[in-house]
């Protein structure tokens, strides 16, 4: 599940049954679906139409795709559409004829690890999100925690739409808010907020929170300081410029002040310590903020642990409820 990511793509083994349209050139193993048809072109522009990372192949002339993942990961394949079906929260289903999705041919890195990804960006009319709505909602719990079992994601009308909201943009596929401050405890810090005005991602998609050297290191800072009489600073190869420590993070960090960051609209995401430090190993510990490589800040999946996060793209509102999945069970 990507909210950074528009398009869904599933690995070859899982979409073999896609078969061309006629007088195209067949799919690698085929298998037999009446609902799976690849999308056939001329030129670029013609595949363009459904996802901007795509192309002709003057080969098979089908539309393709190729997307390049930050982590260096990427994943390849063509572009086809298929009846999808969901569960709904009543027990029956739900289907969606004619979904834009990827069926993939190659990929490597990370997301081999996986069947696919859930694209949730909103790219156009042709988009999941689109198709169901444009409202959506997501619960994720521990992430660390193999067995827990009630994370959710809710499509359409049933979105879980509850909690303070604050304003929503969309830019460059992704889904963006505005900070007005951070604070740590009661201290709020100093850092230059026009970095942030509808500059920070909400992106399932990656692991850790991505901050401005201004508001990193002032973050930075403040947690070196409130640590220094009481843990042992490690130096980690590949994480130089995080504080990092060696101790148990449960334990040994026990009372650490809630870090909150503070959204347009008196709206308010709390981190934990698990949304603010994660393991290295077993014994050592760092930061779970790092500096932006680039000028884009994002609040990565550790941040969002514990919170159902309900997205309303009529309305362009995002609302975040702090809250055990486990509660939305009931």
Not at 193 to 221: C, M, P, W
């Amino acid at each position: 599940m990507d909210t950074g990511s528009p398009l869904t793509w599933l690995h070859p083994h899982l979409c073999t049954g896609c078969n061309p349209p006629a007088n195209r050139a067949p799919l690698d193993d085929p298998k037999s679906s009446s609902t799976c048809t690849s999308l056939s072109c001329d030129f670029k522009y013609q595949c363009q139409q459904y996802f901007d990372d795509t192309d002709c192949s003057q080969e098979s002339f089908r539309c393709t795709y190729n997307i390049v993942y930050m982590d260096g990961s990427y994943a390849r394949g063509i572009i086809a559409t298929e009846k999808f079906t969901f569960d709904t929260s009543d027990g029956g289903i739900s289907a969606i004829p004619d979904l834009v999705f990827g069926c993939g041919t190659e990929s490597h890195g990370m997301v081999l690890r996986l069947n696919g990804i859930l694209g949730l960006s909103n790219l156009n009319g042709h988009s999941l999100v689109s198709r169901v709505g444009k409202k959506f909602s997501y619960c994720i719990g521990n992430i660390s925690d193999p067995y827990y079992m009630y994370n959710q994601l809710v499509l359409g009308e049933g979105a879980v739409l509850d909690g303070d909201s604050t304003g929503l943009d969309i830019r460059n596929d992704q889904y963006v808010v505005s900070i007005q401050g951070i604070s740590v405890g009661e201290k709020k810090l100093e850092f230059n907020k026009q970095e942030f005005h509808y500059n920070i991602v909400i992106d399932s998609g990656s692991t850790l929170t991505s901050l401005q050297r201004s508001a990193f290191e002032a973050l930075k800072d403040e947690v070196v300081n409130i640590l220094a009489d009481a843990m042992q600073p490690e130096i980690i190869e590949g994480f130089e410029e995080l504080p990092c420590y060696r101790g148990d993070m449960v334990r040994d960090l026990k009372g650490f002040p809630r870090v909150t960051l503070h959204f347009d609209g008196e709206t308010e995401l709390s981190l934990n310590v698990e949304g603010m430090f994660h393991r290295i190993r077993s014994d050592v510990f760092c930061m779970a903020v790092v500096v932006s490589e680039d000028e884009t800040n994002i609040i990565g999946v550790l941040a969002q642990q514990y919170c159902n996060i309900g997205f309303d793209l009529n309305e362009m509102k995002v609302r975040f409820w702090k809250i055990d999945c486990e509660l939305l069970e009931d």
